[in-house]
């Protein structure tokens, strides 16, 4: 790809003959405007930006393709069917230049490059489905005949599970090594036998999805090396500044540092959690006080947190241990629990500042038996979620708007609601992450009694 | 020190579990006779090289001392990136250190002494690219359905949640995954390990060790939700059904009932009504235990009694909900389908305790248990340090486990066991897939000439 500054751009002869749904397997040999570098990018990202707010809140699988469907629309359209492919290729391999600087960045980019591509994917027509398989080179052959009868059974037993009936007319069944569908396998959606997946054609998307994946993994690494090793010294002047202000834009505040709202101190820690912690945090915060212990997930979970909220290490320490050694002694904690904490803050180890855990990232944790991190809208029992609200102080009425969310599975916006009616004011933005309720309660409590601890 | 009076000889080692014994028989003394005398060196080596000790051409002979090992020495410290060159040196360590602890890793890309040499680059050239799909399962992650103990406590009354949880992941392994080369380990005190060595099973990544793990997953719960098992009223998965129908419905009926008893009070059985969905169900049999509580039956049969009408209402109310189809299986998984530590067996870094190790707490030697035989094994009566000790005094000082005798002396048994169930076979087909993939690269390398 190249980019130049003329106004006329040549178009390739092979953007014809390439699939509406590109695999971006090699940059194509394309003139690119410098203004199209920037815009195409801009476009993309508030695609992968729609896509992400989708996950977070929750959105099954066809409320996804219906969402892709509409951000396509809306950011990526244009008149011209090559040009509008012309600008799907551009402006990924432009973003794969902003989003593979960090692990981070690539995570983010990975997963939701991933997830676009599968719902674009399950929008096409069984015909194309096929066609794009073939695109990967993907040798995997059809069960048919007796093969096929001495599985048929058991088929039709996975195909009930799921709450589906299996029509053996449009139904074609491919034989697969387990490893290259590692998400039906881990849903149980797909037969297993000795070590082979029996894949529906309706599920070739996991198929193709894990492919374009660890391909798309693969190339960032690539990309990383050779803008590290020559890209980033030969653009500094016109691509490398674009490059490097595109990826700070639109994945918000990491609450890695905290600002000067929030700096608690041990003595207030227990008011706090009271008046401003999350529902999520308060739970676990409950659980150390009265348990004086806490399982690996609920001490990175609320651990986290409380750097993000301002708890310096020291401080932090001393409440652990506070809590810790009344039920494993002192030398138990300084043992096995305070290197963990000290490694929190990038103190031990390689030093990673590691930060606090956004709403997307707890609400997809599993938390099991004797656990008690995770999202209380998404992991706890109605019953029990009704309790935990209503000590929180909620009425009927809110509880009701609240459990209404719940149901639909838009955990955060049951979050967002309860803000709403524990602090009697809107939150447009919506919750998140938990240090940002955090934030925003404490800036409405201190907006009321300004000298007074909160 | 005073020595525990051992009840009865070598051959019959069942304990009296009425009155668990408190055995104070681990300490460095015993310790460091354990890895003077009886630790098998070279078994484990041979394991751990997967054939490649350098008798082909294409072994890899650094293959070994790329594996990191870990030791937690006395007074809990602990040395992680330990990696041997071959087995003398692994010996030595361990003769020199005497660790409480032996933890096995991962094999990485480079040798786990000299990561820090390629640590400068920028990107992480240090990573790992085999280790065995391992596993883990601790009675203690089922302390909300068992009642005889709780905590590190196991006895016989709820060992057999292992050895049911033995056979449903064994199976799978086999028959649904394709895997041959299975170690089943006692974790020395309340579990049990499991250690998939077949290459393909090295070979995973960690995004499908996790699929492999989740597959296995069934149970979702802590003390937040009631009910902890889940399966939508659709059928069952045909891993699942097969699971149900050959091993946990059987369990349930059976030996459960009559250890358990998990019906028989008001507290107990109450958790289980919460599993069902209908409010309506729920009190129709609250009211008819209630009224029967001060009946003149066992506690056995009344849970067992109480079970059948469980099973005749939800039967006959069954097309009320969908979610009330599968509420008697739901039942039955949550008190006896496996929990596995999920942690554990999705990442290849995570280390785990090595076979043939001594459990700190318990005195007792982490020997493998046979999942075809895996009812008889009783970890109770697996021998513990103190009890080798006195056998080499009382026999000997050398236990040479090559001789006809091996399968009277205590470890003797474990080891040969290890060694031709697992190892040999293991081997067989490691030598095998190395003798293939040279012959393919040399096969290359002569087409490569053609221009």
Known sequence: ?454 | MTREEIENNGEDMMIDDSKPKIENDFNVHYLRIYYGNLFPYTDIHKWLSYGHDGKHPGCDEYYFGRREFSFTLENDVYLRYKSFKNASVMEDAIKSNFPYKIDIGAVYSVDPDKRHAYAHSGTNLFTPVERELVFDIDITDYDDVRYCCSGADVCSKCWPLMTVAIKVIDTSLREDFGFKHILWVFSGRRGVHCWVCDAKARRLTNEQRSAVAEYFRVYKGNENNAKKVDLMGHSLHPFLARSYVDFLKNFFEGELQATQSIFSSKEKYEKILGMITDEDIQSDLRGKWENSARSSLSEEATSRLRWEQLKKTLQSKKNKALSLRTCVEEIVFTFTYPRIDLEVSKQMNHLLKAPFCVHPKTGRVCVPIDPNNCDEFDPLAVPTLSQLIEEINSGGLRMDVDDDDSDRSLLGKSIKFFRSSFLEPLLKSCKEEIESSYKTKIAKTKDSFSW
């Open chain 1, 1 to 454: 790809m190249e980019v130049i500054r003329s106004q006329k751009r040549t178009v390739s002869n092979d953007v014809v003959s390439t699939p509406t749904l590109p695999l971006y397997l090699t940059a194509p040999p394309m003139e690119v405007r410098l203004e199209e570098f920037e815009l195409f990018a801009i476009d993309r990202l508030r695609v992968l930006k729609g896509v992400s707010d989708g996950l977070a809140r929750g959105r099954n699988p066809n409320e996804m393709d219906d969402l892709v469907e509409t951000l396509w629309k809306e950011h990526m359209r244009l008149s011209d069917v090559s040009e509008m492919i012309n600008k799907d290729i551009i402006s990924h391999f432009v973003l794969r230049l902003v989003y593979c600087r960090s692990d981070e960045l690539k995570k983010w980019f990975l997963s939701m490059e991933t997830a676009l591509f599968r719902h674009r994917f399950r929008l096409k027509k069984i015909e194309e489905q096929r066609a794009i398989v073939g695109e990967f080179g993907l040798p995997y052959k059809a069960v048919i005949g007796a093969e096929l009868e001495s599985l048929k059974e058991r088929l039709g037993l996975v195909a009930r599970s799921l709450g589906q009936i299996l029509s053996d007319v449009e139904n074609i069944y491919y034989k697969v090594p387990f490893e290259e569908v590692p998400d039906l396998v881990a849903g149980r959606r797909v037969l297993l036998q000795k070590g082979y997946a029996f894949v529906a054609g309706s599920q070739l998307v996991s198929l193709v999805v894990t492919q374009f994946r660890s391909h798309l993994s693969k190339a960032l690494i690539l990309t990383n090396r050779k803008w590290t090793t020559t890209i980033r010294e030969r653009e500094k002047d016109r691509l490398t500044p674009i490059v490097e202000a595109l990826s700070t834009s639109y994945l918000g505040p990491d609450y890695t540092q905290s600002n000067e709202y929030a700096d608690i101190s041990l003595k207030d820690i227990d008011q706090v959690s009271k008046s401003s912690f999350p529902l999520c945090m308060r739970h676990l915060f409950e659980k150390l006080r009265e348990d004086h212990h806490l399982k690996h997930g609920g001490r990175m979970q609320l651990g986290l947190f409380l750097k993000g909220v301002g708890l310096k290490l020291d401080d932090a320490l001393a409440f652990w241990r506070e809590e810790f050694t009344k039920k494993v002694g002192s030398e138990r904690f300084d043992k096995e629990y305070a290197y963990a904490i000290r490694h929190n803050y990038g103190k031990e180890g390689k030093r990673t500042d590691y930060t606090p855990y956004a709403c997307s990232k707890i609400i997809t944790s599993a938390p099991g038996a004797g656990d008690h991190h995770g999202c209380p809208y998404r992991h706890f029992s109605e019953d029990n979620l009704k309790a935990a609200l209503s000590r929180m102080g909620l009425s009927s009425r809110g509880m009701e708007d609240v459990m209404d969310k719940v149901r639909n599975k838009h955990y955060q916006l049951a979050c967002t609601l309860t803000f709403e009616a524990v602090y009697g004011t809107s939150c447009d933005t919506g919750i998140n992450h938990p240090n940002q309720y955090f934030e925003e309660s404490q800036k409405i409590l201190k907006s009321k009694t300004p000298t007074a601890p909160v």
